[in-house]
């Protein structure tokens, strides 16, 4: 069914840059939701760790919450950090719980700066600064839905160009050797 949609789209030529364009933007967008998914996992394994050390009864379904809570820009983090701290702070009390917090939020830190921008820039080929540059303007501009469609955004325009100005090359390149002829 893809490919037929593909195909229609590029005017019914497989073979054609319009075909090619629409596949790699495909590629892109299921490469982006690849890396995303890896991130979120090792912030569910990081978090499933920290939730084993502090001894916690549930710190398996914890990291898992947090791993698919983590798909939603910032606010699932904080929300399931909110969530496990709460936890802590009814099981073991506040020392625990505000433990619990620093450690959680020091993951989100690290996921939010170090993680994702790699992660996910190289899973759609955009540099990390990117990345950043391009959450921050989208989630000025459109706010948590902007953050959440900023990077598969990026990538597609990144490849629209990419198309357009090796289309208007070949087009000069032609006119160029029929003119010369």
Not at 82 to 94: E, H, K, M, N, R
Request: proline fraction near 3%; glycine fraction near 6%; charged fraction near 15%.
């Amino acid at each position: 069914f893809k490919t037929e949609v593909m195909t229609f789209f590029s005017r019914n030529s497989k073979d054609g840059k319009r075909y090619k364009m629409l596949k790699e933007i495909d590629e892109t967008i299921m490469s982006y939701i690849k890396g995303m998914a890896i991130d979120s996992f090792i912030v569910g394994l990081m978090t499933t760790v920290i939730c084993i050390i502090l001894k916690f009864d549930y710190a398996v379904i914890f990291g898992v919450l947090i791993m698919v809570l983590n798909l939603i820009p910032y606010i699932g983090a904080i929300l399931s950090y909110t969530i496990i701290s709460l936890y802590a702070l009814t099981v073991s009390g506040p020392i625990v719980a505000v433990t619990t917090f620093l450690l959680l939020f020091g993951v989100q830190v690290i996921d939010a700066n170090i993680l994702q921008p790699n992660i996910v820039a190289k899973s759609v080929k955009l540099h990390p600064v990117a990345v950043i540059g391009g959450l921050i303007v989208f989630q000025m501009l459109f706010g948590i839905i902007g953050m959440i469609i900023a990077v598969p955004i990026l990538a597609v325009i990144k490849i629209v160009i990419k198309y357009k100005f090796d289309l208007e090359f070949e087009e000069n390149e032609n006119l160029k050797t029929s003119n010369s002829k």
